[in-house]
């Protein structure tokens, strides 16, 4: 079975505990081969002080090359930062999975996209402060982890639960992925 690609964005301030549990669910799902990428291609720190060299660079990243985008949250979301994604976030919008943790939702949310779109919220009135715009309130879910129009939405808090919470979070992603990315809207 050949491998999918799972094209992760990563920038200075990301959370890389979110980006390898979520890495590890999907692997264990059976078939995601990671490729990383940051604007220039160049070295970025996590928050958690890790440095890493990304695989390439945005301007590299075509829709085409990969199956899966992984947006692990950081407080640049929150600074309004990484408008550079956006384009590539667009371009991949009903086509690709998109997967947004913790505060990447806001990147989601400042393109409208859950304006329609059933989604995670964090704690209420989270997005509303960063995203002054956001009209997406009635599609909130009180659910830690939303999959809806091809796109998932993972609440940071179901990620430092308990460990059942995590396994959860393995299940429903390998639930997702054996769909073969099936792009359809549950109800929350």
């Not at 050949?2 to 200075?12: G, Q």
């Not at 956001?134 to 940071?156: K, N, W």
Request: net charge negative; glycine share 10%.
């Amino acid at each position: 079975m050949a491998k999918n690609t799972c094209a992760a964005f990563l920038f200075d301030g990301f959370c890389d505990g979110e980006l390898a549990l979520v890495m590890a669910a999907l692997n264990r799902a059976g078939g995601y081969s990671l490729e990383t990428f940051s604007t220039r291609g160049r070295t970025v720190t996590a928050r958690s002080g890790l440095r890493v060299m990304p695989h390439t660079s945005l301007g590299n990243m075509r829709p085409e090359d990969f199956q899966l985008l992984l947006l692990p949250g950081g407080y640049q979301w929150e600074k309004g930062d990484n408008l550079e994604i956006f384009p590539l976030i667009r371009a991949i919008l009903g086509r690709q999975l998109l997967i947004a943790i913790g505060s990447a939702i806001l990147a989601l949310a400042d393109l409208g996209v859950l304006d329609t779109t059933p989604h995670a919220a964090g704690e209420p009135g989270y997005i509303q402060s960063y995203c002054p715009d956001y009209h997406g309130e009635p599609f909130q879910c009180r659910e830690m982890l939303v999959h809806a129009g091809g796109i998932i939405t993972i609440d940071s808090n179901a990620l430092t639960g308990p460990a059942k919470g995590i396994l959860s979070l393995f299940d429903t992603l390998q639930e997702i992925t054996f769909n073969d990315h099936e792009l359809h809207d549950p109800a929350c």
